[in-house]
């Protein structure tokens, strides 16, 4: 069974960092891209990073570019998300997702979710 | 970035009714998704490359369109299907998704 289990989530002040992990189990998770995506307060989906499934490749909309940086650690099945320079607009909940193998631009699954709230 | 506009934003519908949303992209996209989001979970992949359902989705669901229009079709809803609806597209960076219709059951 396909599982993705996100952590790290936390309430940090304005300009703070904070690093999300999301442990990933039932599938070769070497082989597959994998996605953050948050979800706002408004319950708006956001793209937030994609990492290839080698880890060489990385993928950011301007809204977190240069703040937020995917990583992959293939031998460990885990997937990060660091983000730094943090916002009030960044509080979300987290999902990380897996990239269908067969229809890349899709998420075929996602974990439950870790919540960042931004506040001082 | 494509702007995909959903509507209605809310609907209600009675058991055994069919159902239909749509999505409009502000330009043409190659392909859609569809994801399903109940409360207090995680959204769900429910139809893929515009017309194709997902793994463990019912046959009731289906997907159609092309270019800028799209449609998510339940052909006879039932109670498990009142839940908010998302359609997503990737045929250009970034990927963005609708803002959602919350499907209420009457």
């Known amino acids: 069974e396909v599982q993705l289990v996100e952590s790290g989530g936390d309430l940090v002040k304005p300009g703070g960092s904070l690093k999300l992990s999301c442990a990933a189990s039932?599938?070769?998770?070497?082989?597959?891209?994998m996605s953050w995506v948050r979800q706002t307060p408004d319950k708006r989906l956001e793209w937030v990073a994609t990492i290839s499934s080698g880890g060489s490749y990385t993928y950011y909309p301007d809204s977190v570019k240069g703040r937020f940086t995917i990583s992959r650690d293939n031998a460990k099945n885990t997937l990060y998300l660091q983000m730094s320079s943090l916002k009030s607009e960044d509080t979300a909940m987290y999902y990380c997702?897996?990239?269908?193998?067969?229809?890349?631009?899709?998420?075929?699954?996602w974990g439950q979710g870790t919540s960042v709230t931004v506040s001082s | 970035q494509i702007v995909l506009t959903q509507s209605p934003a809310i609907m209600s519908a009675s058991p055994g009714e069919k159902v239909t949303m749509t999505c409009s992209a502000s330009s043409s996209v190659s392909y859609m998704y569809w994801y399903q989001q109940k409360p207090g979970s995680s959204p769900r992949l429910l139809i893929y490359d515009t017309s194709n359902l997902a793994s463990g989705v019912p046959v009731r669901f289906s997907g159609s369109g092309s270019g800028t229009s799209y449609s998510l079709t339940i052909s006879r809803m039932e109670a498990e299907d009142a839940a908010t609806y998302y359609c997503?597209?990737?045929?250009?960076?970034?990927?963005?998704f609708g803002a959602g219709t919350k499907l209420e059951l009457k």
């Open positions: 039932g599938f070769t998770f070497s082989s597959y891209g």
């Open positions: 997702a897996r990239q269908d193998g067969s229809s890349p631009d899709a998420m075929d699954y």
């Open positions: 997503q597209q990737w045929s250009s960076y970034p990927p963005t």
